[in-house]
């Protein structure tokens, strides 16, 4: 029997990288975020897991592990805000949201978990925001994790949508990191919607 692998997802929104994780067979304990209508999806799309909605600056320690029940938690995903990295709209890599990834890390601190799973807009990896690359590899290899980054698009996986994002993929353990394979033939809408 394989045992179940258990992942929070922070800045979760509705949940959308939540399913994908649960189609490959992980369950998902809690969905952090502070939009309510988000929130309100995300429990719609996720009946047993639990949520907090509100500033994750608010969500201790002691009510992660009360929302939790306590599981062993062996990944941390989400997709901490991205507006000042975006190649679209303003894209200040100053902006104050791109300190939110600090709130990620000490979830992962408090956590421990075995895999991190950042999802981001590909213009983290411009020549603008190359510190805070730097910066998140840095802060989660002082907590021990090796990661890797590519940008993946959503249309080489199936899916009827050509999206591109910036995966970043961590772990603590001794292995290698590998991105998914490409899928063999792609999808149009029209084949989807038949």
């Known amino acids: 029997m394989t045992k ?3 992942f929070i997802d922070v800045f979760s929104g509705a949940g959308g990288l939540s399913c994908g994780m649960e189609l490959s067979g992980w369950r998902c304990l809690l969905g952090v975020d502070m939009d309510k209508f988000a929130m309100q999806s995300f429990k719609a799309n996720h009946h047993h897991a639990e949520v907090f909605c509100g500033p994750i600056q608010d969500l201790t320690e002691k009510k992660l592990k009360e929302l939790t029940q306590g599981q062993k938690i062996h990944a941390v995903v989400g997709g901490p805000p991205c507006q000042g990295f ?3 709209g303003l894209g200040d890599p100053n902006d104050m949201r791109n300190r939110l990834f600090l709130e990620f890390v ?23 925001n190359e510190k805070t690359l730097k910066s998140i590899f840095s802060q989660f290899e002082k907590l021990g994790y090796h990661l890797d980054v590519q940008v993946l698009s959503s249309d080489d996986y199936g899916v009827p949508e050509r ?14 990191i590998n991105f998914p394979e490409k899928a063999k033939k792609s999808c149009n809408v029209g084949e989807a919607l038949s």
């Open 86 to 88: 975006s190649t679209a």
């Open 163 to 176: 999206r591109r994002r910036t995966i970043i993929i961590g772990t603590n353990l001794n292995i290698e």
């Open 106 to 128: 000490r979830m992962v601190r408090l956590t421990k978990p075995y895999f991190i799973v950042i999802e981001n807009v590909t213009g983290l990896l411009a020549k603008k």
């Open 4 to 6: 179940i692998l258990n």
